[in-house]
């Protein structure tokens, strides 16, 4: 136990570190009016709502999610953003670890894409949404895809 406790606390001093650096890494947000905006408005599992301007050309849906794990303490990698109808996911793209994460709609993309290029309108909102442990756990063990054919 007392393992687990030092495993979490250097885990959580990293979280730290990181959204420091996050925070600075951040792109200044542009001024209401400037060519090419998009407007983000999260709503959050709480109620709590925030909204920030991105250049839509130049900003990537991973740093949107930068700016959640850095402004708002959700860690990047545990939620995912939908849009309010449900048309569009979003999850973090790990860029060292490439997967089939990311943009999760009808084409199927996984790759880190820009606000533009995912088809966001210059005022997007977006639901922000805890990805359940579970679901983590399993993509790993490839039981899920056993439970899927057993439902059919």
Known sequence: KKE????????????????????????????????????????????????????????????????????????????????MNGSKTFRYVNEEESSDEGVVDEEGMGEDVTLESAGLGKMTALRVMEIAKEEEEDEGEGDEEEGESEDE
């Open 4 to 83: 687990e406790e030092e495993k979490e606390k250097a885990r959580l001093a990293a979280l730290e570190e990181r959204r420091a650096e996050l925070l600075e890494n951040l792109e200044e947000e542009p001024e209401v009016g400037t060519e090419g905006v998009i407007t983000i408005a999260l709503r959050f599992p709480n109620g709590k709502r925030d909204t920030r301007r991105f250049l839509s050309g130049e900003t990537y849906v991973n740093d949107v999610f930068n700016w959640i794990d850095a402004v708002h303490g959700y860690e990047r990698e545990t939620i995912e953003l939908s849009t």
